[in-house]
């Protein structure tokens, strides 16, 4: 449903009829839009077509439209926000209760669906600490931290080919070598150290990014482009994490060459 879904057209309508005052013209074009993206926030179509009969009454369902719209993507973005904390914290009965709370109320079928994965997510990842068994269809990185807090919980570690496969998949998205990586899958204790560095070295190049893009965006806002790329030069001399290295990189680029001004 995600890949079906653009709400540009209906967000533009709305903010040149509520905001900007122009008059809303039901054209066939508009009557269109009007109706798909009602159905897309799960306003019926009878009600969307009984609203259509006036200006007043149309205006009306654009205004619940945006309104749907936009407080679910708040309170879904609040959400998983938390969830995730809680996630990284141990707390995953925590982290899933908020998806219940999103579910408990939310009505627009693409936040509920986002909403119903992520706690598909997490009740997967209770199953992995309760079980030490690895769940093919659920990310890497996650599986890792929370095999980590089973062993936190004084379970023992069991060193898999499953957990050896990941392992080796993912220790080079942590700029791992290779004879690292098979050095340390040669005993429980290795692995142990070796899924703590994956997790940490992301969790510290995460953090540095984020914190280095709030000061570049500042700088940059501020006209000081030059302080803005040092930010990202000062990443990239100490990054090794590949995706945040590209990352710092293409932000160096954007500033090298900014978009003309419109």
Known sequence: MSDEINWDRIRDLAQRVLERSEPLELSEDTRALLLKSAREVAISEQ????ALRSLPTATTLLREIRHRIGEGSRRLSRARNRAYELRDAGDLDGARQFMRDVLAVEVVPLYREQAET????????????????????????????VLVQRIQQGHALELTDDLR???????????????????????????????????????????????????????????????????????????VVPRFREAAEEQLRGLDNPLPES
């Open 165 to 239: 496969a990941l392992l080796r998949r993912t220790a080079p998205t942590a700029a791992i070598s290779e004879a690292e990586t098979e050095d340390a899958l040669k005993r429980p204790d290795g692995a142990e150290a070796l899924m703590g560095m994956i997790l940490s070295r992301f969790r510290e190049a995460q953090s540095r990014f984020l914190r280095s893009m709030y000061r570049m965006t500042s700088l940059r806002d501020a006209g000081d482009l030059e302080g803005a790329r040092q930010q990202m030069r000062d990443v990239l001399a100490v990054e």
């Open 118 to 145: 992520l706690l598909t997510q997490l009740t997967g990842l209770a199953d992995v600490v309760a079980t030490g068994r690895l769940n093919p269809n659920l990310p890497d990185r996650p599986q890792l931290a």
């Open 47 to 50: 009600d969307a077509e009984d």
